[in-house]
């Protein structure tokens, strides 16, 4: 049995049932152990539900930050950001609730652990921002906020989205994509 055994297995519980509605038990039926050979690969639900976070956080800011490092102009960079983060948001809604609000249930050691990763990935779309004032294609805003302001758009699509709604993923991302780009740009 491998850890990551174990962290797949409750990501699938996690996306399905919901943290709360997890437990040991049914993490450890899963893997096929009993709940206390568990504890041997594992110390808590808390440190599983951090790995989780930090995995899933990491693997889309990898995504997200090859976009960022990309020759692709700001403006490029930022419509192809936002559809691969939101791309990445739709596969799975449970499972990005999880993250967007999953750390809330953490204690404060991890959760401040977990807000590292967390403000990594809002480098990231800083750094898009930064780079399109200093090349002269986004007008000078407040960095943080038009941060805030861009990951909140996304991340809210948590609460709506429906697979089978009027809209695709992509669709979604270009329509916000142009929202935001309309308020960023220098008018010329």
């Known amino acids: 049995m491998h850890r990551s055994d174990i962290v797949q297995a409750a990501t699938l519980l996690f996306s399905e049932k919901g943290y709360y509605a997890t ?33 899933e956080l990491d693997s889309i800011s990898s995504d997200v930050s090859a976009v960022a490092d990309s020759a692709l102009s700001p403006e490029e960079k930022l419509r192809s950001a936002m559809q691969v983060y939101i791309g ?55 960095v943080s906020m038009a941060t805030f302001a861009i990951l909140g758009i996304q991340n809210w699509m948590v609460a709506w989205y429906r697979e089978d709604g009027p809209m695709k993923t992509l669709e979604l991302a270009d329509r916000f994509s142009d929202f935001i780009l309309r308020g960023l740009r220098i008018d010329r």
């Open 88 to 142: 990445r948001l739709s596969q799975d809604i449970n499972l990005s609730t999880l993250l967007l609000l999953g750390y809330r249930t953490l204690e404060p050691r991890l959760r401040a652990q977990h807000i590292e990763h967390r403000d990594r990935f809002e480098q990231i779309w800083r750094h898009i921002i930064r780079e399109g004032i200093e090349k002269g294609i986004f007008r000078e805003v407040d």
């Open 23 to 55: 437990s040991m038990k049914d993490i450890a039926r899963a893997v096929h152990l009993r709940e206390a050979s568990l504890y041997h690969h594992v110390t808590s639900k808390q440190e599983i539900l951090l790995t989780v976070l930090d995995q």
